[in-house]
């Protein structure tokens, strides 16, 4: 996770002021629900009313989750979609208040100490235009381990391994697996299809120095998180039309799953939501593409690729994000053409909650469920 950012003595305090009450509204968390259906029937008048000033939608957050939302907020973060791409990637970011809130309650931040068993080091890989900066974490054991390759989120223009740690490093330890984490590069410096083109180049570069990373190619799968989900499935399908190394699995962790359609029923209800909203997700494909065709692109319109002998996924979403219909139509759209499907919808839990499992309880629920997933998917290890 990323380090929050220097701050002055004065707008310190009133951080950690607010983190206070932060701290002590996470302390009363409930007990978890773990995975949730979707809802039955929408909360009441006066619940609804409520949530609103907190989540931006009517559907209202666990109380941890909460209070990481509390804490974005007094990092001040100034609205993404307002901003130019080089200011948009200096702003406070959900890993930031998760650091925040951890040293608020005076426990370890350090990412080997959140996640023990997991050690990573950083290198590069060849990219189509140059070195691109990857992180391998490997688990504790002898090996040859399973492996994941994973891409983080940010809209295709934000972020990087730094800021997604988190969830790299819980698949690593929950799956057994050596996850390779890439910084793919980013648009708008670097537009479509840039970012899918050093995706499927990072798979590559995987299976073919699997015996160096201490891997196992017969035992790959491919995911991420938002856009970085949605590289993982644009992945498969170039894995699959150039009849490379199959993986056994996919895991995409709220995907963008199309991006002509922001009248979903999720961009609807959770159109002013935290930390994502529907106007930064049309800030992010607007500075992505380079033309308005490129929103059609089987590789960004998943919805209607083809989906045909892609291996199995798993989909994990929130239930308070504007991408959670996307992964509803995905999910239809991969049934249709034959794929194996498991989605669970978490309730009381925000788009980005997947990497923090430090404080959300509901974090540490999907990723583990994630990394079950992948352990049935790997199977044994294959006799040499």
């Given at each position: ?183 793919y590069r980013l648009a ?47 992945t498969a399908i170039g ?14 962790v709220y995907p963008i ?128």
């Amino acid at each position: 996770m990323q380090r929050p950012r220097p701050r002055s003595s004065h707008a310190r305090l009133a951080v950690m002021t607010v983190l206070a009450a932060a701290t002590a509204l996470a302390a009363i968390a409930p007990p978890s629900r773990g995975a949730d259906k979707p809802a039955s029937g929408a909360p009441t008048a006066s619940a609804a009313s409520a949530s609103l000033s907190k989540t931006g939608t009517r559907y209202p957050a666990d109380a941890d989750m909460q209070g990481v939302l509390d804490a974005l907020a007094a990092l001040d973060p100034k609205p993404i979609e307002t901003l130019e791409p080089s200011e948009a990637r200096r702003q406070p970011t959900a890993a930031d208040a998760i650091i925040a809130v951890l040293k608020q309650q005076g426990k370890e931040t350090a990412p080997s100490m959140l996640v023990p068993g997991v050690t990573s080091t950083d290198q590069t890989l060849p990219g189509p235009a140059g070195q691109l900066p990857v992180r391998i974490y490997t688990p504790a054991g002898a090996g040859p381990f399973p492996m994941v390759v994973y891409f983080h989120g940010g809209g295709w223009v934000l972020a990087d391994k730094n800021v997604y740690d988190a969830g790299a490093r819980g698949l690593a330890k929950q799956a057994n697996a050596v996850v390779v984490s890439v910084d793919y590069r980013l648009a708008p410096e670097a537009k479509f299809p840039a970012q899918h083109d050093d995706a499927l180049a990072t798979y590559k570069w995987a299976t073919a120095n699997a015996t160096v990373l201490n891997g196992d190619v017969r035992r790959i799968a491919l995911a991420g998180e938002s856009a970085g989900a949605n590289l993982a499935l644009a992945t498969a399908i170039g894995v699959r039309d150039q009849r490379l190394p199959a993986p056994v699995h996919v895991v995409a962790v709220y995907p963008i799953a199309q991006a002509s359609n922001l009248a979903t029923p999720s961009y609807q209800d959770s159109e002013r939501a935290r930390p994502l909203n529907k106007a930064m997700m049309e800030w992010f494909i607007s500075t992505t593409v380079a033309k308005a065709a490129d929103r059609q692109d089987p590789r960004i319109d998943l919805v209607n690729a083809d989906l045909k002998d892609l291996p199995a996924v798993t989909l994990i979403n929130a239930r308070i994000d504007p991408l959670r219909s996307d992964a509803d139509l995905l999910a239809a759209a991969l049934r249709k053409a034959g794929v194996k499907v498991e989605h669970r919808i978490y309730d009381g839990v925000t788009h980005e909650f997947f990497g923090m499992a430090a404080l959300v309880a509901k974090a540490r629920q999907a990723q583990a469920f994630a990394g079950q997933q992948l352990k049935q998917a790997f199977g044994a290890a294959p006799k040499a």
